[in-house]
């Protein structure tokens, strides 16, 4: 079968840095993408790694490393608003893009 | 302004009912999603379409149908035999086929049956 595994909870404080990890096993893979959901909301996106390394856009980073199946979130700086679900999504092949379960962060005073 | 809508945000249906979920986007996109959300849960894909007149399974499609006569919509039916329909509904689209592209959601629609 095909499977994202990434943590279900994580709490940090407002100011800290915070790392969300996630491990697939997949068919196909075509690229590590992160997305962002507030409660009630739609996910938004917020980065993408189709090569291993890190990218970075502002505060957050990501990084993947395709011989380990492996990809990260980095979120520095915390803020409150960064209180959300965080998803990251696996291209498997043209059209077709499988999510994990989420990632609840929980940002702190 | 290019996006997607869902209509109705909120939507309440007797058991045993069909239902229609309406997604409609003006990004030009030639593909488009369904996406099933429970609480706590993860995006599961109920189907998608890479252009019109064609649309493809998810992983959970029993007891959903779509159509995509126009690029620019792709309603849901949630019919009778899916026997636990009481989810939250998120219609998404995406440019092209390339790992880079990102989908786009629309806001959502609740769907709660009694």
């Known amino acids: 079968g095909q499977s994202l595994e990434q943590p279900s909870e994580v709490t940090a404080v407002e100011g800290a840095i915070v790392q969300i990890n996630c491990t697939y096993q997949?068919?196909?893979?075509?690229?590590l993408s992160w997305y962002q959901q507030h409660d009630g909301g739609a996910p938004t996106f917020l980065s993408y790694?189709?090569?291993?390394g890190l990218e970075e856009t502002g505060r957050f980073s990501s990084f993947l490393s395709r011989s380990d199946s492996y990809g990260y979130l980095l979120l520095q700086e915390l803020q409150m608003k960064d209180s959300a679900s965080y998803f990251c999504?696996?291209?498997?092949?043209?059209?077709?893009?499988?999510f994990g379960a989420g990632t609840r962060l929980f940002v702190k005073a | 302004d290019g996006g997607i809508t869902q209509s109705p945000k909120y939507l309440f249906r007797k058991e045993g009912q069909n239902v229609t979920l309406s997604c409609e986007q003006n990004?030009?996109?030639?593909?488009m999603y369904w996406y099933r959300q429970d609480p706590g849960q993860g995006l599961r894909l109920i189907y998608y379409?890479?252009?019109?007149?064609?649309?493809q399974k998810g992983d959970i499609a029993e007891g959903y149908s779509v159509s995509r006569e126009k690029k620019e919509s792709f309603p849901l039916t949630v019919t009778s035999a899916q026997k636990n329909p009481t989810a939250f509904y998120l219609c998404?689209?995406?440019?092209?086929?390339?790992?880079?592209?990102?989908?786009?959601f629309g806001p959502g629609t609740r769907l709660t049956v009694l």
């Open positions: 998404a689209s995406k440019q092209g086929p390339w790992s880079y592209n990102e989908q786009f």
């Open positions: 790694n189709g090569l291993d």
């Open positions: 379409s890479q252009i019109v007149n064609d649309f």
């Open positions: 990004l030009n996109h030639d593909a």
């Open positions: 999504a696996v291209n498997t092949g043209g059209f077709k893009t499988i």
């Open positions: 997949t068919s196909g893979f075509y690229g």
